[in-house]
């Protein structure tokens, strides 16, 4: 059903089978698996613009269909920062999270400056965001994060399972609950909103350009 393909696709549409998809490090491939090419610094209309990281953003919180992910291996970035949009959320023993926003001289995204207060508390939330220090799967669910530690070879089975279960589900009574528990919409898209305009100014600064320097020149030795 729909609903089941928008929880696997995390809120994409399609007439393909329902597939969780995995989540890794923001720009990094989806399974986890760092991308080889670091980021360059800022590109006019491009992934560091703030129109496109609001076009990027804007839609996930409040998706028709519900969305997952499925994590097995890194989650930088917003590889984490999505799973708070997702409904569902399944983590592989070996998956690794972190948000090092402030170490790259950069500020948190997604609505995370928003969302993580709120699903984990202000100081774990501010701990998180401002130390940006990595955390594993089990703290994942403890913090209210993701929803279980699954075997990595049972992960993608698990959460297509757990998507039929939600597509089985009358379909306007899910939407309404989902919306229901997800809250107010214009507050998540205020916090994406002052987070885009704050990312893109940060990202022009010198130390967003040290930091991409020091990341580049430590690939390259």
Known sequence: GEAGRGLSRGGG???????????GPGGNTPQGRPDPTPPRGPRRGGPGHTRNRRGIFAPAPFISPPGGGAVDGLAVGVGTTL???????????????????????????????????????????????LLGEAFGADEAVRL?????????????????AQGAKL???????????R??????????QAAMDAEAEAFDAALRSPEAQAAFQRFLSRGTR
């Open 83 to 129: 799973t708070l949009h997702c409904d569902l959320v399944y983590v592989a023993p070996a998956a690794t999270f972190r948000m090092p926003f402030v170490d790259l001289g950069l500020v948190p995204e997604a609505a995370s400056s928003y969302l993580l207060p709120r699903r984990v508390g202000l100081p774990k939330a501010t701990e998180l965001l």
């Open 144 to 160: 209210g994060l993701a929803n279980a530690v699954v075997p990595a070879d049972g992960l993608l089975e698990h959460a297509l």
């Open 13 to 23: 549409g399609g007439k393909e089978p329902p597939r969780p998809t995995p989540k």
């Open 167 to 177: 597509a089985a589900k009358p379909r306007q009574a899910l939407a309404a609950a």
């Open 179 to 188: 919306r229901l528990i997800r809250g107010d919409h214009a507050a998540v």
